[in-house]
């Protein structure tokens, strides 16, 4: 059985919770990632996601626009739409927030010698993307999705044709 440990990314990027939104949301782009865990005292508090960003930016105004043809039993139909300057207003305001406020609190992490069968089922049951790799209540690693793609990937041999 392969586990985690195999398969996992090290070393692992984090981040502290006082980091702002819009410096987290950078290093997410400039790293070519999808989300960090947040680290405090060397403990995992959070994971800060790409849609963490997403969820916090709220829109208030929105531009009515008329919608042709009507399906309204009105005969004139109208649809909200949030401006590409809005949400960059939005972005703005939640940008110098604290990543605190807005990360995933509720984390799950897992022991690297767990199976990645286990980290599967983990994953596709809590809907998450990812799995911070705790030994020793220490940060050591990653698993993605991706990760265990790659290690069953690896794991199987060259000459098994998948049919």
């Not at 392969?2 to 949301?25: G, N, W």
């Amino acid at each position: 059985m392969v586990k985690v440990r195999e398969v996992m990314s090290t070393p692992v990027m984090s981040i502290p919770p006082e980091t702002l939104v819009k410096d987290a949301a950078a290093m997410l782009a400039e790293k070519n990632v999808s989300g960090v865990p947040v680290v405090e005292n060397d403990k995992v508090v959070g994971v800060f996601t790409e849609i963490d960003v997403l969820r916090s930016i709220k829109t208030t105004k929105k531009d009515l626009r008329l919608v042709f043809p009507s399906i309204s039993s009105l005969g004139i139909a109208f649809q909200e739409e949030v401006t590409q300057r809005e949400i960059l207003e939005a972005y703005e305001e939640i940008g110098n927030t604290p990543v605190r406020d807005v990360m995933s609190k509720e984390v799950l992490t897992v022991h690297p010698d767990i199976t990645v069968n286990e980290a599967i089922v983990m994953m596709v049951e809590r809907k998450i993307q990812r799995l911070p790799v705790v030994e020793n209540k220490r940060l050591i690693g990653i698993v993605t999705r991706g990760d265990i793609i790659r290690g069953l990937a690896k794991d199987r041999p060259a000459n098994n044709k998948v049919h």
